[in-house]
């Protein structure tokens, strides 16, 4: 059930429907009933792992809280991380770690012949996984309460709008939404509708209408000309941010409707100036999570000092990587931002003597100049990210220095990038600078209806109504 996609409309206006007849706690109960349905749209056979994660999690939460035993709370708390990881990396993993097995032994000259499974990854498993055990680890820090009924917990695992691609909601942030009564008024719903829209404007008419000049690059195959390689790292750039920003956007709309407030997940992040600025502002529940549960435990392993830091930033990126897909080129593009942003924390020192303080128009330069240069840092990692094996990888940034030549097909896909993202551009700008996701609320009532005008009429005379899937349902 795509959010694009006519069929969830009617279900997102059914389950609205029904959950403001009913009382506060049968809402709960109604809730899980419909994101058990969402879920099982997509396969049913994989609600089993939604169930084991989640009464795993809770069994786990409710014990560790019980006990002042800390061998037994540790014992309890590897379980929960065993289960969920377990789970995960057999789904996501297996293939990829018994042929680097295979490749290993191969080294030391010893023959095995890896073991593939034709596995299909659970949709949404990387996502409520994580949401799941961090709940676990949060009742082991003492950071919270175990949940009080197995139905709250199971309905803030299952919780379908953001079950399958988040945001990775925080225990200490949803579950109390979840336990008490929501009174959903009509500010929420002319937010959630706002930003529901939105949304899908960011999927259909930018992300899937670029797809077009991504795909016929990466599928044209060598030789690759690098003019038309960098053009399509900035179609892809801004597929990939308003696919995944446009999702996140309906995902926070539609929990918005009934009086939720969801993780904003994407905070107009090509307009950061630096890359701290930059991670701050993407996949913020991602990154909020490998800081809170992998890059803080690392650090207490490692120890202090500059360099351990830095070692901890690489592994954290790494990681964050190898989050997003078992490949090489997944592990590569983790790294290579890892370094990034080590470079960025071993400079900034040297640098902030050199931002200005006052001049106004020297701010602006710079800021500006910082905006170009994360920007393109990020679309360097993009042939990795996009590519379909590391081998293209490689040749296409062989390309960018070895064959760059502006031909007719490079200049006509960047104007056609430039026309898919101005207004985006501008209404990010917009928002950017008010700080707020919904600040066209502020704006005269006039100029809002335009707003309206083009977002609707966009979706209808340019929207791809193909029904592509989201990119990050993958991961």
């Known amino acids: 059930m795509q959010f694009d996609s006519p069929l969830f409309f009617l279900f997102l206006l059914g389950v609205y429907g029904v959950y403001l007849a009913l009382p506060f706690p049968k809402q709960n109960r109604f809730l899980l009933a419909a994101s058990y349905a969402f879920y099982a749209s997509w396969d049913w056979r994989f609600l089993g792992l939604l169930w084991i994660s989640t009464a795993v999690d809770y069994g786990c939460g409710k014990r560790i809280h019980a006990t002042e035993s800390p061998a037994r709370r540790k014992k309890l708390l590897l379980l929960s991380i065993l289960v969920n ?11 990829f770690f018994s042929s680097g097995m295979a490749d290993l032994l191969g080294g030391f000259g010893i023959t095995f012949d890896p073991l593939f499974l034709h596995l299909v990854l659970p949709i949404g498993i990387s996502f409520y996984t994580f949401q799941s055990m961090g709940y676990t680890i949060d009742v082991y820090r003492r950071e919270l309460e175990p949940c009080r009924t197995l139905w709250d917990f199971a309905l803030f695992v299952a919780f379908f709008p953001q079950l399958v691609a988040g945001p990775i909601e925080r225990a200490k942030r949803l579950l109390p939404q979840l336990q008490s009564p929501r009174e959903p008024c009509r500010d929420d719903l002319y937010a959630g509708t706002f930003l529901i829209v939105w949304g899908l404007f960011q999927k259909i008419v930018i992300a899937d209408n670029l797809a077009g000049v991504v795909n016929a690059t990466f599928a044209g195959g060598a030789p690759y000309n690098g003019a038309e390689v960098l053009v399509a790292s900035y179609a892809f750039s801004f597929q ?10 309906m995902a926070v709309g539609a929990g918005r409707l009934m009086g939720f407030r969801l ?10 100036s630096n ?68 470079l960025y924390l071993a400079f900034k020192p ?59 097909t490079a200049i006509s896909n960047l104007a056609y990038v430039a026309i898919y993202t101005a207004f985006f551009l501008l209404l990010e700008a917009f928002q950017f600078v008010r ?28 929207g791809n109504f193909n029904g592509q899937d989201f990119i990050y349902f993958q991961f």
């Open 275 to 342: 890359l701290r600025d930059f991670w701050s502002r993407w996949h913020v529940s991602l990154t909020r999570w490998f800081g809170n549960y992998v890059y803080r435990p690392l650090r207490n392993v490692i120890g202090a000092g500059t360099s351990r830091n830095f070692c901890c930033v690489v592994l954290t990126f790494l990681l964050v990587g190898l989050w997003h897909g078992a490949s090489l080129s997944f592990a590569l593009w983790g790294l290579l931002t890892g370094l990034q942003f080590t």
């Open 435 to 462: 700080r707020d996701l919904l600040a066209v609320f502020e704006l005269p009532i006039p100029v809002r209806a335009m707003l309206y005008l083009v977002l609707f009429y966009g979706i209808a005379w340019f």
């Open 350 to 408: 040297a640098l902030s003597k050199f931002r200005p303080r006052h001049n106004k128009f020297a701010k602006l330069l710079w800021s500006g100049g910082g905006i170009f240069l994360v920007y393109h840092l990020w679309c360097l990692g993009c042939p990795l990210f996009r590519g379909e094996s590391l081998a293209q990888s490689v040749e296409m940034y062989g390309s960018l220095v070895t064959s760059f030549h502006i031909n007719q």
């Open 263 to 272: 993780t904003t997940n994407f905070r107009s992040p090509y307009l950061a």
């Open 85 to 95: 990881l377990g789970i995960l990396g057999f789904f996501k993993y297996f293939n």
């Open 240 to 249: 990939l941010l308003c696919d995944f920003a446009g999702y996140s956007c």
